[in-house]
């Protein structure tokens, strides 16, 4: 499945107000993987910029002002998204400014105008999933950075493609995490993962009859009583705990008296 992670900056908060769009921002993902595809933009509003926007995203009107108007780049961005999932934070605002610049196409290039993006995209708003998930929580992209330990410190003011990148790795982290396994059926020796974020599978050479019991590494150990410790503080509780020792078996967190 292609998604697409997709934030944007604007003049303004009110399309009915006039305001438009000035950065586009998007990362592709396909089968839940980042693939290192993008589409970055800055558009010519063709008005001024409000100072309360700038105060957020630090876009300037000088900035901007020798950037394609959105008709020039309108073809391009269209190709990139049409017929994928769209992962959007407040998808409705994001959307909405996206059909109101093809909206503004309709009478001057109405070969560029397709109808609203929702009749040619799946959209997935990451605000209402996280307000299903932690309600009555703060659901901010810095908030939901600090709930999944996402570092995002390097963020200082709004950016289009930045957000789009801390969304996206905001989005797996709700949804279970970005995984693939990597099977290599010609060699036996262990593996590395050859893309990150993709779990290798070691081969054993077992005796028939008999299974060979696998000891977690001390990194592996670590990182595991880690993890439990954050289950703790998050949930006040763990499972895991509750495992019988003799099920868990020797050198288990169990045992240690985890």
């Known amino acids: 499945m292609r998604q697409i992670v997709l934030d944007t900056e604007t003049t303004g908060i009110e399309t009915r107000d006039g305001h438009r769009l000035i950065e586009i921002g998007a990362v592709e993902m396909i089968n ?37 108007v959105f008709a020039e780049v309108a073809a391009d961005f269209w190709e990139f998204i049409r017929g994928t999932e769209l992962v959007i934070h407040n998808a409705p605002f994001d959307v909405g400014f996206i059909d109101h ?35 009555g929580q703060r659901n901010s992209l810095d908030a939901l950075c600090k709930r999944y330990d996402i570092d995002n410190g390097h963020r200082v003011l709004h950016g289009a493609l930045l957000d789009a990148e801390i969304l996206a790795d905001v989005y797996l ?80 967190a169990t045992q240690d008296g985890v």
């Not at 993987?33 to 700038?54: F, K």
């Not at 957020?56 to 900035?63: D, Q, S, Y």
């Not at 995209?121 to 299903?132: P, Y």
């Open 101 to 135: 610049e093809f909206k503004l196409l309709k009478a001057t290039h109405p070969e560029l105008y397709a109808g609203p993006v929702k009749d040619h995209c799946r959209i997935l708003d990451t605000l209402t999933m996280a307000r299903g998930l932690h309600p």
């Open 32 to 68: 839940r993987r980042l693939t290192g595809n993008s589409y970055h933009q800055y558009i010519n509003p063709e008005r001024e910029i409000d100072a309360e926007a700038i105060g957020v995203h630090g876009i300037t009107n000088e900035r901007v002002a020798n950037e394609p």
């Open 173 to 252: 982290a709700m949804t279970g995490g970005q995984t693939a396994l990597t099977l290599d059926a010609g060699n036996d020796s262990d593996q590395q993962a050859a893309v990150p974020g993709e779990l290798s599978v070691r081969r054993l050479s077992l005796e028939p009859g008999r299974l060979s019991v696998v000891r977690p590494t001390d990194q592996e150990m670590a990182a595991h009583l880690a993890k439990l410790d954050k289950v703790r503080g998050k949930a006040g509780e763990c499972r895991w705990d509750d495992l019988d020792p003799a099920y868990v078996g020797p050198g288990s």
